[in-house]
C-alpha cells in the first residue's frame, strides 16, 4: 500500500531476477523472505539475513498469480538528483505519466539506452507500486528516480543546457543535432507536456507521421519515449 | 466473446472516435446503437440505420467503465493479403503476440508509420477482442490485418525479397541499408521469434544497447517495433 511505503520507505520485489538485480544494485535490503531452497541456492548474493519461508506462506503475501521462491522488501532510495547531472549526461523527465505499463516501459528503455536518471512529475504513478516494480523487470535496480516538482527542478537548470520534449510544432527529430547531454521531457498520455513544463523546453521535437492521409493521432507515451532514446544514441554513436 | 466473433464474424467498437474512424473505412458496419442526439449529430457519416438507445440502456452493454454515447457492430474484414504485397511496400508480421496492449500498440505504431498490413500467427492475441479494438484508438480502421500461419505465408515471399528479424545476433540496425519493402517479423514478448519463422529471415537486425554494464535484457515488443519502424522509415525519408 502507498501509505505503507510512505511511512515505511520500502518497497516490495518478487521473484529471482528481479531480488538478485536489487541485490546487486546500491537499493538497501531490509528483509528478504524465501524457501530454503532458493537461500542455498544464492548465499554468495545476500546482504541480509533471510527469513526461511515455505511457497504455501509467500503464496499467501504475494501479489502475483503464482508465488515466487523469493520476496524481498527494500529501502526507497532518495537520489540527490541535481539538475547539475546534465551537464555530461541525459535525464528524462516524466510530466504526469499514469499508466503503470508505461512507467515501468520507461524504466527498461531508458536501461537499455543507457540512461540512468529519471526525475518525475508529482502526479506521475508511484514507482513503487508492485506493478510498476515488476513490470520494470529489474530496471528498478540500475535507474535512479526523483520524485519532485518538476517545473522547480526545471527551472534550476544551468543556462546553455538543452531541453528537449516533443511538440507538434517541433523540429523533424531526424535531422536535428541531439545532444549527449540534457533534459528530455515526456509528457502525459493524455494531455501531453503541461504548459508550465513546456516553458522551460529549448528545443522542440517532432516525430514526423509517414502515412499519407488519416492516420493515428498520436504515439503512446513509451513508444514516443523509445523513438526519441533511440535517436539520441544513434546520432551519437561512435 | 471470441465465440461470437468467429460465429456472426462482427466485433464491437465503442465511444465517437472509433466509431466515426471505422465508418469512415471500408470496414462494412451492420449495427449502430447511439443516443437520438450522437445520431442528429453525426447524421451525414452514418453509413446503415441506427437504433435510438438511451445513455442508460448503453450502460448495460458496454463493456468501458463508462458508457460512451454510441456503440456500433462491424463485420470482421477478410483481408487478402498476399506476399505480393512486399514488392512495393513494408508488412509487419507479428509471430505470437499475447499481450492485448501491445498488439493494440503496433497497430497505432504501424499507422503512425505509414504501415497498412499486419499479418498475425494464429496464436497472437484476438485483434477483435474489444480491449484491443479499443487500444488501437482508432488505428484498427486503416490497417488490414490477416491471421494465418505465417510460417506458410512467409514460404510463400518471392525470391528476393528481404525478411527481417530481430536477434540477437543480428547486425547492428542503425548502420544496415534497409529497404522501402519487405517483411519485418516481430517476435513474441516471452521468447522471440519462433524457430520456424526464424528459418525465413533473410536480414537479421539488432537493436543495440547503449549500457555499459549490467542493463535491460530486452526490449518490450511494441517498443521494439517503434524503433524499428522509425529507422525504416528515417533511413528511406526523402
Same mark, same amino acid.
Given at each position: 500500500?502507498?501509505?505503507?511505503?510512505?511511512?515505511?520507505h520500502?518497497f516490495?520485489?518478487?521473484?529471482?531476477?528481479?531480488?538478485?538485480?536489487?541485490?546487486?544494485s546500491?537499493?538497501?535490503?531490509?528483509?528478504?523472505f524465501?524457501?530454503?531452497?532458493?537461500i542455498?541456492?544464492?548465499a554468495?548474493?545476500?546482504?541480509?539475513v533471510? %527469513?526461511?519461508? @515455505?511457497?504455501?506462506?509467500?503464496? #499467501? /503475501?504475494t501479489a !502475483?498469480?503464482t508465488?515466487p521462491?523469493?520476496?524481498?522488501?527494500?529501502?526507497?532510495p532518495e537520489?540527490g538528483?541535481?539538475p547539475?547531472?546534465?551537464?555530461s549526461?541525459l535525464?528524462?523527465?516524466?510530466?504526469?505519466?499514469?499508466?503503470?505499463?508505461?512507467?515501468?516501459?520507461i524504466?527498461?528503455i531508458a536501461d537499455?539506452?543507457g540512461?540512468?536518471?529519471?526525475v518525475?512529475?508529482?502526479?506521475?504513478?508511484?514507482?513503487y507500486n508492485?506493478?510498476? %516494480?515488476?513490470? @520494470?523487470?529489474g530496471?528498478?535496480? #540500475? /535507474?535512479?528516480v !526523483?520524485?519532485?516538482?518538476?517545473?522547480?527542478?526545471l527551472?534550476?537548470?544551468?543556462?546553455?543546457?538543452?531541453?528537449?520534449?516533443t511538440s507538434?510544432?517541433?523540429?523533424?527529430?531526424y535531422?536535428?543535432?541531439?545532444?549527449?547531454?540534457?533534459?528530455?521531457?515526456i509528457?502525459?498520455?493524455?494531455?501531453g507536456?503541461?504548459?508550465?513544463?513546456?516553458?522551460?523546453i529549448t528545443n522542440?521535437?517532432?516525430?514526423?507521421?509517414?502515412?499519407?492521409?488519416?492516420?493515428a493521432?498520436?504515439l503512446?507515451a513509451s513508444?514516443a519515449t523509445?523513438?526519441v532514446?533511440s535517436?539520441?544514441r544513434?546520432?551519437?554513436?561512435?
Amino acid at each position: 500500500m502507498k501509505k505503507f511505503r510512505e511511512i515505511h520507505h520500502q518497497f516490495m520485489a518478487e521473484g529471482t531476477k528481479l531480488v538478485l538485480d536489487l541485490l546487486e544494485s546500491s537499493v538497501p535490503v531490509k528483509m528478504i523472505f524465501a524457501t530454503d531452497e532458493w537461500i542455498r541456492e544464492h548465499a554468495g548474493k545476500i546482504r541480509a539475513v533471510p %527469513v526461511p519461508v @515455505t511457497l504455501e506462506e509467500l503464496s #499467501r /503475501i504475494t501479489a !502475483l498469480a503464482t508465488a515466487p521462491p523469493v520476496l524481498a522488501l527494500f529501502g526507497v532510495p532518495e537520489p540527490g538528483l541535481t539538475p547539475d547531472a546534465l551537464k555530461s549526461d541525459l535525464v528524462l523527465v516524466l510530466d504526469e505519466i499514469h499508466d503503470p505499463g508505461n512507467l515501468g516501459t520507461i524504466l527498461r528503455i531508458a536501461d537499455w539506452f543507457g540512461i540512468r536518471q529519471i526525475v518525475c512529475s508529482e502526479n506521475t504513478v508511484d514507482l513503487y507500486n508492485p506493478k510498476v %516494480v515488476q513490470a @520494470t523487470m529489474g530496471s528498478i535496480a #540500475r /535507474i535512479s528516480v !526523483l520524485y519532485t516538482n518538476i517545473a522547480d527542478w526545471l527551472s534550476k537548470i544551468p543556462e546553455g543546457i538543452p531541453v528537449y520534449g516533443t511538440s507538434l510544432d517541433g523540429e523533424n527529430i531526424y535531422s536535428q543535432k541531439l545532444t549527449r547531454n540534457g533534459a528530455i521531457i515526456i509528457g502525459s498520455e493524455s494531455s501531453g507536456i503541461s504548459r508550465e513544463a513546456r516553458l522551460f523546453i529549448t528545443n522542440k521535437l517532432l516525430i514526423p507521421s509517414f502515412s499519407d492521409g488519416a492516420h493515428a493521432e498520436s504515439l503512446n507515451a513509451s513508444v514516443a519515449t523509445a523513438i526519441v532514446c533511440s535517436e539520441f544514441r544513434r546520432m551519437n554513436a561512435v
